[in-house]
């Protein structure tokens, strides 16, 4: 019984620590990232940001972002056999937190936006930039939120 006490520990501290990291990620680019990118010409801005997507999708990103998700699943499933313990209620809303408010805005709403961002040339795009700039950080501003409170719960827990 020890191991799955501590595997479950293992899980919760890495589903914390992973949305903890996740929302300073997010907070980064609400903060200055994208603060900085508006400061700069269109064509300039856009060029930055696709290339900061593209750079994004890499193993180091994609596993914190991700894994945490798959911790947040984990925490869930393991809810149903421990449903009785008082932080249940923690370890699902901090889960299904960063799930639908990370995870879920992110599909949603910023990769398409990213998407449509990947297509336009640079010199072409001033209007979609402005759209773009106020609309994805209006989302991420939502990442950054869900990602806090869902390490706070999970902390809490």
């Not at 336009?120 to 209007?127: N, Q, R, S, T, Y």
């Amino acid at each position: 019984m020890a191991i799955t006490h501590q595997s479950l520990s293992m899980l919760r501290l890495t589903a914390a620590l992973g949305c903890g990291l996740m929302a300073g990620v997010f907070f980064a680019f609400s903060t200055f990232v994208m603060p900085a990118l508006a400061r700069l010409q269109p064509s300039q801005g856009i060029g930055a940001m696709q290339s900061i997507n593209i750079t994004a999708i890499n193993p180091f990103f994609m596993t914190a972002l991700f894994g945490t998700a798959l911790a947040c699943l984990g925490l869930i499933g393991s809810v149903l056999f421990k449903w009785h313990q008082p932080s249940a209620s923690y370890w699902v809303a901090g889960s299904l937190l960063y799930l639908v408010g990370t995870i879920g805005v992110t599909i949603a709403f910023n990769v398409p936006m990213n998407d449509a961002l990947a297509v336009v040339k640079p010199d072409d795009g001033a209007d979609l930039w402005a759209g773009y700039l106020t609309n994805w950080t209006l989302w991420n501003h939502v990442r950054t939120v869900s990602s806090l409170a869902a390490a706070a719960l999970l902390m809490l827990a």
